[in-house]
């Protein structure tokens, strides 16, 4: 988001939080925190700079799942007879 909308626009981190949460105390909040709400924030997202929810809903389980792959999980298939 912060390539494609915040800095596109040339708004700040602070400016951004404001317009999409109302104050700027939101611009400080973790990424794993903000993951588990991001349907909320893809409506957000979608009213401030625009695109659909359901794109920005695609991008963060696109990104959300590269980052699980990055971390090369090491697990094994279990037999089931």
């Known amino acids: 988001m912060l390539q494609e909308c915040i800095e596109p626009s040339g708004l700040t981190i602070t400016d951004a939080a404001v317009a999409l949460w109302g104050d700027a105390q939101h611009a400080f909040r973790t990424p794993e925190r903000e993951t588990r709400h991001f349907p909320e924030m893809a409506v957000r997202i979608s009213k401030v700079f625009g695109g659909t929810e359901e794109g920005w809903l ?13 971390d090369r999980l090491k697990l094994k298939r279990l037999a089931i007879a």
């Open 58 to 70: 695609a991008q963060q389980a696109q990104y959300d799942l590269a980052q699980v792959r990055r």
